[in-house]
């Protein structure tokens, strides 16, 4: 991820999408505002479209944080979920699980 944010820093300078990003961030907001989201977009797509190495390194860039942030095949994921005492989770096929509470 640093990769990429360096990558994007380095190609859009001081623009002024980028600034606004990082006050939004520092403010504790967890997604851009759809204005900042569209600034950026569009100052993205335009430094793709002046500099092909940037969109070429851009893309891999994305697909390498795409890779390792999706769940590998077969893996399950449990979000969202609130236990209150003894609680056991079981996922998948064939599986065994032994519980022996207090013994």
């Given at each position: ?6 990558l994007v820093?380095?190609a859009?300078?001081?623009?002024s999408a ?5 006050e939004?961030?520092?403010a ?5 505002s ?7 977009e569009?100052a993205?797509e335009d430094a793709r ?11 891999r860039?994305?697909a390498r944080?795409q ?6 095949s ?8 609130t236990?209150?005492g ?7 096929d064939h599986n ?6 207090g013994?």
């Open positions: 991820m640093d990769y990429l944010h360096n820093s380095g859009l300078g001081q623009d980028l600034q606004r990003l990082a939004e961030a520092s504790g907001q967890t997604e851009p759809a204005r900042t989201r569209q600034r950026l569009l993205l479209e002046r500099d092909p190495g940037f969109a070429e390194a851009l893309e860039a994305v944080v890779a390792v942030s999706e769940p590998t077969g893996s399950q994921v449990l979000t969202g979920s236990f209150s003894p609680t056991a989770v079981q996922v998948g065994r699980q032994d519980n022996t509470f013994a």
